[in-house]
């Protein structure tokens, strides 16, 4: 009778398929959950999760897309600075320049006028000295007679004629220093102009050079706006990636909320099947015993009742499960964040050991079978048979606590099948999503996955 119970259970529980660490994809609109089987919110579970898996990646080249703009931004923040920093110092030095070329230009004006001061005070002095050579020659003081004329004593003629000497010498002397100092402006005027041309020559250039360097800091400047648009631009993208995978993760989460809500009432449907048969087995046997008890009694004979021990029905313990791969203990993976996604199992890859056997963690009754996957090792690719976990099977220990066990070569039961712990269910591969021979364990309590560790260890 209690093989009937666990058809009763097997029928009730539609393809129980624990969610998969691999990616996906969007689901349907999460209101019609609730009218969805099991199955069919699980396979909205692994599309999901596909989608997930492509917008990390996305996710992933965007991040490196920005961090090479922002590296490079950077470059150009350093170019920039020290472009500033000669502008700066051309900015100075044209400075300079100018207040080279400003003071040059009023020592210049400043000789300009010392000339014409000192050509003003020749211009008068020569006048000067026509006008005393015109009355000596009107007068007819023209020699040394004339000058001796009129002299009172010897005495006076020399006097006279030293003073003659000396006017004339000092005409002569002023005239040349005269000349001599207007030659030395001149010769000065033209130093001062060979400087400020040598100095507008320099102003040129270093203009020349600033407008370079102007010129470079508008093409880096560009350059910046631009990686800084790029920066923006993937700065949006990751934002709306991120949002998508959120909706993504949010309707996974209501639908694994939904499956497990399911498997839990499911079981406890089937709970009260089986203490509704119990109670009615209790009943058959207690009115056979009657039935036999009158019988006897009518003949004159004694009854003596006979029992016949229930079914067993194991009891799931936290801390009674056994490793599922004896033999393979190197966990290449475990429970939790994963790539993105949320690995709900753990992964048991050890050196040989495909084909090896993977054993029930637990007594209890097979109620999904999947050994329809064909792809199995060795394989480059990876396949979406059975949901993502190829060929699979999962055990249920009395409604409670489930595992399952992916990625399998084959399995050696069937659906209904009752197991014990330590028996062979099937032989590790590597089906579905998967490239390399590992076994693929999870255990879930009410239907929700926890991790595996905290009920078995190698």
Request: charged content about 20%; some cysteine; glycine content about 8%.
């Amino acid at each position: 009778m209690f093989k009937k119970v666990i058809s009763f259970v097997t029928c009730s529980v539609i393809t129980f398929a624990l969610i998969s660490n691999y990616p996906a994809g969007s689901g349907r609109n999460i209101n019609k959950a609730s009218a969805m089987t099991i199955a069919e919110m699980q396979e909205e579970i692994n599309v999901n999760k596909a989608k997930i898996s492509d917008l990390q990646t996305q996710l992933d080249a965007l991040a490196g897309n920005k961090a090479e703009e922002q590296q490079y931004q950077s470059i150009l923040n350093d170019q920039i600075d020290i472009i500033q920093e000669n502008i700066s110092l051309l900015n100075k030095e044209l400075e300079n320049i100018n207040a080279d070329i400003e003071s040059t230009k009023n020592n210049i004006a400043g000789l300009d006028q010392a000339i014409v001061d000192q050509q003003e005070e020749i211009d008068s002095n020569v006048e000067l000295f026509k006008k005393r050579l015109c009355a000596m020659y009107v007068t007819g003081n023209d020699n040394l007679a004339t000058v001796m004329v009129g002299t009172a004593s010897f005495y006076d003629m020399l006097s006279r004629v030293e003073m003659v000497n000396r006017i004339a010498s000092y005409d002569e002397e002023l005239i040349n220093d005269i000349l001599s100092d207007i030659d030395k402006m001149e010769q000065s005027k033209k130093d001062l102009e060979s400087e400020k041309l040598t100095l507008e020559m320099k102003m040129e250039e270093q203009t020349k050079r600033k407008e370079e360097k102007a010129a470079e800091m508008e093409v880096l400047n560009n350059q910046y706006s631009k990686t800084q648009a790029e920066i923006d631009r993937i700065a949006q993208e990751e934002a709306y990636t991120a949002e998508q995978m959120a909706e993504l993760e949010a309707m996974n989460a209501e639908f694994d909320a939904e499956i497990s809500a399911e498997i839990a009432r499911q079981a406890a449907a089937a709970q009260a099947a089986y203490e509704a048969e119990q109670q009615r087995l209790a009943q058959e046997r207690a009115a056979a015993q009657a039935a036999a008890a009158q019988q006897a009694a009518q003949s004159g004979q004694s009854y003596t009742p006979t029992y016949q021990e229930p079914a067993y029905i194991p009891s799931p313990s936290a801390s009674g499960f056994s490793w599922p791969a004896p033999g393979f203990c190197y966990i290449s993976s475990g429970y939790g964040p994963r790539w993105g996604t949320f690995h709900r199992g753990i992964d048991v890859g050890d050196a040989g050991i495909h084909g090896g056997a993977a054993c029930a963690a637990q007594s209890g009754t097979v109620i999904t079978v999947n050994n329809n996957c064909v792809h199995d090792y060795p394989k480059d690719y990876s396949c979406g048979c059975g949901g993502g976990y190829g060929n699979y099977v999962v055990i249920s220990h009395d409604g409670t606590y489930s595992t399952l066990y992916g990625h399998l070569a084959s399995a050696a039961v069937s659906v209904g099948q009752y197991v014990q712990q330590g028996q062979v269910i099937g032989y590790i591969g590597s089906t579905g999503w998967s490239t390399g021979a590992h076994l693929h364990f999870e255990v879930r309590v009410n239907g929700s996955a926890v991790d595996p560790m905290g009920y078995v260890s190698p």
